[in-house]
């Protein structure tokens, strides 16, 4: 035999190879079961459904998006956490999973039994008042909440959203304190601030750019070391010297603990094909959404990090999920 084996030679000489470049050849043996912890029609289940029918071309089996809410996503995150390793049944998910382990006792780890395929797009976060509130800049925001500690209050979609982490950790780095009031949806929290019961709305792009649109929002900040393309006269909190991690949702895909290297690579290596393609970057901009590829090396670190930090941010402000 040539001194260079084949893939396949190399295969025969170690059993968990070989296990693996069979598995690997024959995937997908059946249609894949991609998990949404969400029920249908919100943001994590359209980014899902524009990615389903091009990995599904890719794959040449169908790809069927389940959603199975419940529990901010822990539901479906555990049932993909304790599938089988054979890249038949996958998560999507923002990263509600990671600012999960602040907030629950979960029946699984979010490092330990998840192989991360790849983060494909990113919605940041953005803190906005009522058109007709006079707190028009950061430093506008700054001088209230110290002239009345605690009296100035936002508004979020949920206790243990985006929203809430964004305010949380708004406040520890700025060192005010504004109470948050959590509603059960953008539209409840809308009316409250157009009212003007509630001077602040702590939410992402993605959830606030049909009523900013409409004029019934004015952003404040965004979160994030880059401007947000629909609001590109808005500054960042980065830029006015304030280094305050994103609480904006990234949205990426996932397998069970135990699936073969290889067959996360070809994942990953389709996926990252559908965030250079055009179709879905247009579709995504209508959601004010952008793609931003991290392979699987890169978005396992970026969980390995955010996991331990976001659960400092929840027990330094007592948060508790609903």
Partial sequence: MPRRRTFFA?????????????AQAAWPERPVRILVGFPPG?????????VAPMLATAWG????????????GTLATDAVAKSAPDGHTLLFSGNNIVMNTGLYRLPY??????????????SPNVLWTGPNQPIRTLDDLLAAARARPGELAYASTGNGGNGHFGGETLKQALGIDITHIPYRGTAPALTDVLAGRVALFMQTIVGAIGPYQNGQLRPLVAFGRRRVREIPDVPTLTELGHDVPDSGTWYGLLAAAGTPA????????????VTRDR????RLATQATVPDWLGPEDFAARIRAEVPAWAAVARAANMRAE
């Fill in 42 to 50: 919100g943001p994590t289940d359209y980014v899902a459904r524009l």
């Fill in 279 to 282: 179709e879905f970057q247009a």
């Fill in 61 to 72: 089996q169908q790809v069927i998006i389940e959603n199975r809410g419940g529990a901010n």
């Fill in 262 to 273: 290889p067959l996360v690579a070809r994942m990953a290596a389709d996926l990252a094909a």
């Fill in 109 to 122: 780890d979010m490092v330990r039994d998840f192989a991360p395929v790849g983060m494909i797009a990113f």
């Fill in 10 to 22: 190399a295969a025969l000489a170690s059993p968990t190879l070989a296990r693996h470049a069979l």
